[in-house]
C-alpha cells in the first residue's frame, strides 16, 4: 500500500486563490519559447553529450545506450511539465464528488459509459480508492458504473493520454484511450448485470456514513492557473524518477537488445504473447509515466502492438496494491470476479491490436 | 481547535499533517492534531477523497495538499 501511495500520479492541487492572472499567467507565456527552444535543441545536444563529451562511438552499445538516455529522460520530463500543468488545469474543475453526483442520477448502460469517460479525467488517486467506492455506491451510483470508473480511471488517465501522443503519435493514443474505455465499459456492464451486491463486504453498506460535499474550486482564471502549477510542481516531484527509472530500463534495452530479439517472444506470431503480457503487467505497480518508456522500447525491439498496449493497460489498470486495498469493500469472489474480468477485456483488446495492424 | 488528518497513511496525508502542523504553530492557537486512518472514520466524517482536512468537525479540504498559507487560511 505505501508503494502504491509513494508513485501515486495523483493531481493535488492548493484550494487558494494566489495572485492574479499576470502572476503566473504572464510567467507562464515567458516561459513557453524557452521550453520549445530546449525541446528542440535535445536531439543535437543528447548526441554532443554521448559521442563528444563522451567520447562513445556512434553505433556501439553504451554510446547508443547514453544517447538514448540523454534525449529521452529530458524529453519525457519535458512533455510530462506541460502535459500536467494543463490537465491540472482542466482538473481544478472537476472532483470525484462531481463525477459521483453525475453518476448518481444513471443506471443502465448509459451510468456504465459516462463512469468510464468521466474516469478518464477525474482527479483519482488508488490509495483512496475505498472511501470512493463507498461514497460512490451509498449514494446510489449502481455497483456496476462504479466498477468502470475504477478501471478506466487509473488505466485511461490523461497523462497516460498526452504521452502516448507526444511518443508514438496520436492514432496510438487514441487507439488505448477507445480500448480503455472500452474495457471500462464492458466489464462494468458484466460485473452490474451479475448482481454481486451481495458479495461486498458488508461493513460497506452499514457503516456510518455521511455525503462528502462537492466543493466548487477557486474563482478566476488566475487563480485555477496557481493551482495547476502547484499541482505540476507536486506531481512531476513526486514521479521524475519512475520516470527515469523507466526511461533506463529502456536506455539499457535499445543499447543491449537486438532489435528483433523480442519478435520472438512478443511478435504477432507469438499467440500466447498476449496472455503473458498481462500476467506479468497485473502484479506490476507504476503509472503511465513510468510504463509508457518502457513500451516504447518494447515496441521498437519487435513486440507487437497489442501486446505491448495490453502490457500498458494491465500494469496501470490492474495491481497488486489496488487488489489489496479493494480486498476491504470486496469478499474474494467479487474481487477475482472483477480481476478475470478486467484481465479478459485486457487480452481481448491485445488480440484486436494483433490481428488489425 | 481540534484538526484531523484523514488518509490512510500515504504520501500525501503525512505531508499534509506536516504542513497543518505547521501551520497551525504559525497562528500560535491551542490546538490538536489527530490522523484518523481507519476508513470507517474516514467514510464517516464525510471524506471520499483523501489527504482530508478537518477542523472542528467541519470538512476543510479533501483530495489534495493545500500550500502552507492556504491552510492557514482555512484554520482561521
Known amino acids: 500500500m505505501t508503494d502504491a501511495s509513494k508513485s501515486c500520479a495523483c493531481a493535488a492541487p492548493t484550494p487558494t486563490p494566489r495572485g492574479g492572472f499576470w502572476t503566473s499567467g504572464g510567467w507562464l507565456l515567458a516561459a513557453l519559447p524557452v521550453w520549445v527552444g530546449l525541446y528542440l535543441a535535445l536531439h543535437p545536444a543528447a548526441d554532443w553529450l554521448a559521442f563528444r563529451v563522451f567520447g ?29 500543468l494543463g490537465v491540472s488545469f482542466v482538473q481544478t474543475f472537476l472532483s470525484a464528488e462531481r463525477t459521483r453526483d453525475l453518476l ?16 478518464i479525467a477525474t482527479p483519482f488517486c488508488s490509495c483512496s480508492a475505498v472511501p470512493l467506492f463507498i461514497g460512490f455506491v451509498r449514494v446510489g451510483v449502481p455497483l456496476g458504473a462504479t466498477f468502470s470508473f ?32 472500452a474495457v471500462a465499459f464492458v466489464s462494468g456492464l458484466i460485473l452490474g448485470k451479475l448482481r454481486m451486491e451481495r458479495h461486498l463486504e458488508p461493513w460497506v453498506m452499514t457503516v456510518p456514513f455521511t455525503a462528502a460535499e462537492a466543493g466548487s474550486g477557486p474563482a478566476g482564471i488566475g487563480a485555477r492557473l496557481d493551482l495547476a502549477l502547484q499541482a505540476t510542481k507536486d506531481i512531476v516531484r513526486k514521479v521524475w524518477l519512475y520516470v527515469l527509472a523507466g526511461i533506463a530500463v529502456g536506455a539499457f534495452l535499445h543499447g543491449y537488445v537486438p532489435a528483433e530479439l523480442l519478435a520472438r517472444f512478443m511478435g504477432k506470431s507469438a499467440w500466447w504473447s498476449v496472455p503473458l503480457a498481462v500476467l506479468i503487467g497485473v502484479p506490476l505497480y507504476s503509472n503511465a509515466a513510468g510504463i509508457i518508456p518502457i513500451v516504447q522500447v518494447l515496441l521498437a525491439k519487435g513486440a507487437a502492438l497489442g501486446t505491448a498496449l495490453a502490457f500498458m493497460m494491465a500494469v496501470t489498470g490492474l495491481s497488486l496494491p489496488e487488489t489489496v486495498i479493494l480486498r476491504k469493500v470486496l469478499k474474494p469472489r467479487l474481487l477475482g470476479v472483477f480481476l478475470g474480468v478486467v484481465a479478459a477485456g485486457i487480452v481481448l483488446v491485445g488480440y484486436l491490436f494483433n490481428v488489425l495492424m | 481547535m481540534k484538526i484531523e488528518v484523514l488518509g490512510s497513511g500515504c504520501a500525501k496525508c503525512k505531508l499534509l499533517a506536516e504542513r497543518a502542523e505547521e501551520a497551525a504553530k504559525g497562528l500560535g492557537v491551542d490546538f490538536s492534531l489527530v490522523k484518523v486512518t481507519e476508513y470507517p472514520d474516514i467514510v464517516a466524517r464525510g471524506v471520499m ?27 482561521r
Do not use: C
Not at chain 1, 544517447?67 to 519525457?76: E, L, M, N, R
Not at chain 1, 497523462?159 to 493514443?173: D, N, Q
Open chain 1, 56 to 84: 562513445l562511438a556512434p553505433g556501439s552499445r553504451l554510446g547508443e545506450a547514453v544517447a538514448f538516455f540523454a534525449y529521452d529522460a529530458p524529453k519525457v520530463l519535458m512533455l510530462l511539465a506541460v502535459v500536467v
Open chain 1, 104 to 119: 448518481a442520477k444513471r443506471t443502465g448502460a448509459w451510468g456504465n459509459l459516462l463512469a468510464s469517460l468521466l474516469g
Open chain 2, 49 to 75: 477523497s483523501t489527504p482530508g482536512l478537518v477542523v472542528d468537525g467541519v470538512v476543510k479540504s479533501q483530495g489534495h495538499v493545500p500550500t502552507v498559507a492556504a491552510i492557514r487560511d482555512l484554520l
Open chain 1, 150 to 181: 475504477l478501471v478506466s480511471a487509473p488505466m485511461v488517465n490523461e497523462v497516460a493520454l498526452f504521452l502516448l501522443w507526444g511518443l508514438f503519435g496520436w492514432r496510438i493514443a487514441l487507439l488505448y484511450t477507445v480500448t480503455g474505455v
